[in-house]
């Protein structure tokens, strides 16, 4: 059943950018986001991030650029075919730790993201905002709210109790490894010098793969996404395959963003897009230096973890 509903989008006045509604067909229900109209409730998207800069420059010339620059030098050149395999091999075991969601979000305040240029709040907050501001345009998707709470916790495996894993292993965004990087890769440059990009078996559009061969058969670089994707799935997360899409491919900007890779996404890859798109609006636009009152909105997610979630998870 296809079932059409409305998608937010934006419209530049003065510093902010105002929802405006478009069309937008998906399966199984019908909802309209919250317009954007003086004093009201509605999510407003700001034109400028914390610093003063648009959002995802990743050229601008200043300090932060630099350090998020060498950041994906390196991540370029260590993702390899070979790589993901290990990762998703040993971090598929599950047996680093076991506790609750919540739990797990507090930890996240001791992980710092040095491939964000948009950041540099508590992680948390960075949860705890998207998820405010998706909550005030879908006030009854509640596992949409879960989704938005939940999607960085992967970080974690940077943390020492986690496996201590490098930050290009851990965050930036994300591609497919095993066939050709697009160019729309974030400082695509780097990939010279990884060695995949000279394997013939690895180096053209399809790769390993084939045409509509859907993405969950496709390998993507390691890092925080899949990571919270493999938490979700394999401790029963009741989490609609929409929500478990969105943790997984919310970092593949050259899908989502550039509109490339759509060659390898089968019909269900599809219409989950939809609503990574409608995502991304609140993960990108919410980071901001005004803090969400932690303590306030606790019980409201405690019940959605309570709802989507076993009370303690193997990680
Ligand atoms: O720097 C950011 C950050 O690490 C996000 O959590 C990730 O999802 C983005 O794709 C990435 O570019
Ligand atoms: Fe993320
Ligand atoms: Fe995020």
Redesign the pocket.
């Known amino acids: 059943m296809t079932i059409s509903i409305e998608k937010p989008m934006f419209e530049e006045v003065s510093t902010f950018k105002k929802n405006k509604t478009e069309e937008l067909e998906l399966d199984g229900g019908f909802l309209t986001p919250k317009m954007a109209t003086d004093g009201d409730e509605a999510f407003l998207a700001p034109e400028m991030n914390a610093f003063g800069r648009q959002f ?1 420059d990743y050229d601008a010339e200043n300090e932060r650029q630099k350090s998020v620059e060498e950041f994906y030098r390196v991540q370029h050149i260590n993702q390899t075919v070979d790589f993901v395999k290990k990762m998703r091999a040993e971090y598929g075991k599950l047996d680093k730790k076991v506790m609750s969601i919540w739990e797990c979000c507090e930890l996240l305040n001791d992980v710092v ?1 040095e ?5 540099d709040e508590p992680q948390i907050q960075h949860l705890l905002q998207s998820a405010e501001a998706i909550r005030k345009d879908y006030p009854n998707e509640d596992w949409l709210h879960l989704t938005a709470l939940i ?2 916790l992967g ?1 974690v495996i940077t943390l020492p109790q986690f496996g201590g894993l490098p930050q290009w292993a851990t ?4 591609f497919p490894v095993g066939c050709a990087f697009d160019e729309s890769i ?1 400082h695509h440059k780097y990939f010279l010098e990884n060695p995949d990009f000279h394997n013939p078996a690895y180096n053209t559009k399809n790769g390993i793969y084939t045409e509509g061969c859907g993405l969950n058969n496709v390998m993507m670089s390691w890092g ?2 899949d990571y919270m994707y493999l938490v979700a799935k394999e401790n029963g997360s009741t989490l609609p395959s929409a929500g478990q899409f969105i943790i997984r491919y ?2 593949f ?1 050259p899908l989502h963003t550039a509109g490339e890779y759509k060659h390898l996404m089968n019909e269900e890859d599809k219409e989950n897009l939809k609503w990574l798109h409608v995502f991304n609006k609140y ?1 990108l636009y919410s980071k901001s230096k005004v803090h969400v009152d932690v303590e306030k909105v606790k019980p409201y997610y405690m019940s959605l973890i309570q709802k989507y979630f076993p009370e303690n998870l193997r990680w």
């Open positions: 995802r993201d491939s964000d240029p948009d950041l999607h960085d970080k965050v930036g965004d994300t974030v925080h996404d919310h970092s900007y993960d």
